[in-house]
């Protein structure tokens, strides 16, 4: 479901750009590292909702 667009949707999204763009910035290493956060930071939500689903269903 894709989410309502809204003023502060969008201020969050360009500061991730922001975020992503300093990371590039100090080299290949700090951005590789960056992106390795997200996708575990991602898994780590995806296991909780999963989780709450089970238990709260």
């Known amino acids: ?9 969008a201020l969050y999204k360009a500061a991730r750009a922001s975020a992503t763009a ?12 960056r992106e390795a956060r997200r996708e575990v930071y991602r898994a780590e939500g995806k296991a909780t909702r999963r989780l709450f689903r089970g238990l709260f269903r």
């Not at 989410?3 to 949707?9: A, F, G, M, Y």
């Open 1 to 9: 479901m894709a989410r309502k667009s809204s003023l502060t949707n």
């Open 22 to 33: 300093r990371a590039a910035s100090k080299g290949p290493t700090s951005l590789a590292k």
